[in-house]
C-alpha cells in the first residue's frame, strides 16, 4: 500500500483575546499564520512553522489532546494514527494571544514487519533456530499453523531470528499467545547484539514477558502478549530504539522452574517486530 499524506484545502482561522492578554494598549493582537509541510516519506510526521509577526510563544494543538503538542516557532508534529486533524497555533505577542488553525488528513504511522516466519504457517521453521539453553530442552514445535512451547516440569529452551535494524529507528512488538495457565514460568521476548549459542542459556534486553512469579500467566490468557505482559527491562510497552545500525537476535524463550507451562503448553501466533518508516 502507498501512503501518501494529504493536506484537506479547507483552513480556518479563529482570533479570540486570551484571559492573559493583558492591557490591548500594549499593542494589537498578533494575527496568527503558519506553514504546514507533510516530511517526505514519513506520512505521519508534520512540520509546522509560524509565520505570525511579533510572536514570542508558540503552542501547538492536534485538536485531540488537551495539552499541546509543540512549543517552538518551527516543530515536528507526530500522529501515531491516520485520521483527520484540526492542527492549531495559538501565539502570544504583546497584544496577548490569537489562534489560527488547518483542517488536515494524515496516514499515521507506517510501520513494516521486518520478522520472517511469523505467521507459523508451513515452512515458517526454515526462518527460525532452536536454541537448546543447556539443561532438559523445552518442546517447541510449529505444528497447526502455531508455534506451540511446552513442557512436564521443569525446563528451558528458545527460539530466535536474527534481524537488521536502523539506529534510531522505534521498532514494536506484537504477538499472540495463549494458554491454560502455567505455574513458575518464564516466557520472554529477548532481545540481544550476541549471537545465541546453542548449549547455552541466553540473557539480554527482556522486552516483555510473562511471569508467573511478578502474577501473569497464571490463569487462562489469549492475548497479545505485550498487553499481557507484567515484566520487562524497560516500559513494558514492546517499544525499543537501537543506538546504531546493526543485527540483533529476537529470542523467545519458555521455561519452568517448580512447575509446567500448563495443559497444551503456550501457544504462539502473528508474531511481529515492526519498523516505524
Known sequence: MKFIPYIAAAAMLMTACSPDAGDAELGPLPEVSFTATPMPNKPHKIIVESTTPGAFRWLWYNGVAANPIGTRSRDTLTFPEAGEYVISLRAFGKGGSATASKKMTMEGIRRINILKGSDM?????????????????????????????????????????????????????????????????WFEVIIGTAQPEQGKDYAAFKLVSLNTWAGCGKVVFDGNLTALSCSSDGANTGTIKFDKDGTVYLVIKAGSSGGTLGTGGIQMDDVQFLEEQ
Not at 143 to 169: E, M
Open 121 to 185: 504457517e508451513t515452512g515458517a521453521n526454515a526462518h527460525w533456530t532452536i536454541l537448546n539453553t543447556g539443561g532438559d530442552q523445552t518442546a517447541i514445535q510449529f505444528t497447526g499453523g502455531k508455534l506451540v512451547f511446552s513442557n512436564t516440569g521443569n525446563s528451558n529452551g528458545a527460539i530466535y531470528q536474527a534481524v537488521t535494524v536502523k539506529k534510531d529507528v522505534e521498532y514494536t512488538f506484537a504477538g499472540k499467545v495463549k494458554g491454560n495457565g502455567a505455574t513458575n514460568t
